[in-house]
């Protein structure tokens, strides 16, 4: 069974620092891949997907990722973070009809 | 841009009592999803429909809940009797196809409170 998880439940960083969130997902085959953000009281929005192709994937917001296939891993950074990124963020995997959320980070950006 | 409507964005309700939510996915979208988000915790899918019928609704809780999509546009999702344990945001997504690569679309949420 495909399950999505990641690691930190809440992170912080200093403004203008590397974010980097991680994900890690469990599956025989390769999956859609996908990083939602959810900022308070509203709904989730795509940052960024992997389908097939360039594994380094540019998103909203300066935000990218790379799917590593041999660690099953789909990290998000960002090289900057800004006051505006902070919110909740979610993995998630697709495989077949079904799509599956990891549980989310937090994501604190002190001043 | 296109959005998915969901109503209402808040509601507190009593144990024991009905609710409903009501969704409407952008216009040409296929498959629907209800998900519930606990506070803290990551979506969970309820119920998928493809067009008007059920794909998935392995972990809906059919004693209290049930889930309707009958045109195949809208759906209302619905709670009877609502639980202490129901409280939660309700999601609704629509995408093109549940086989497609494409993301799914998500509307603000239903914020249920069950006192």
């Known amino acids: 069974a495909q399950s999505v998880t990641q690691l930190g439940s809440h992170v912080s960083v200093s403004e203008g620092a590397l974010v980097l969130l991680r994900c890690n997902y469990s599956?025989?085959?390769?999956?859609?891949l996908f990083w939602y953000v959810q900022y308070p009281n509203q709904g989730l929005q795509l940052l960024l997907k992997?389908?097939?192709?360039?594994?380094l994937v540019k998103g909203i917001n300066g935000f990218e990722a790379e799917f590593k296939k041999s660690e099953t891993s789909f990290h998000l950074t960002k090289p900057s973070a800004h006051m505006s990124d902070a919110a909740e963020y979610f993995c998630?995997?697709?495989?077949?009809?079904?799509?599956?959320f990891g549980a989310g980070t937090r994501l604190f950006v002190k001043a | 841009e296109a959005e998915v409507a969901q109503s209402p964005r808040y509601k507190i309700t009593e144990k024991s009592q009905a609710v409903a939510f009501w969704c409407d996915p952008i216009?040409?979208?296929?498959?629907l999803y209800w998900y519930r988000q606990i506070l803290g915790q990551g979506p969970e899918l309820l119920v998928q429909?493809?067009?008007?019928?059920?794909?998935?609704d392995s972990q809906l809780p059919k004693d209290r809940f049930s889930a309707e999509r009958l045109k195949g546009v809208d759906s209302t999702l619905k709670i009877q009797p609502a639980e202490l344990g129901d409280s939660a945001m309700y999601l609704c997504?629509?995408?093109?196809?549940?086989?497609?690569?494409?993301?799914?679309?998500f509307g603000e949420g239903s914020r249920l409170t069950v006192l």
């Open positions: 997504a629509s995408s093109l196809s549940d086989r497609n690569t494409g993301e799914l679309f």
């Open positions: 599956s025989s085959v390769p999956p859609y």
């Open positions: 992997y389908t097939t192709g360039a594994t």
């Open positions: 998630a995997v697709k495989l077949g009809f079904k799509t599956i």
């Open positions: 216009s040409g979208h296929a498959t």
């Open positions: 429909f493809q067009d008007e019928s059920v794909v998935d």
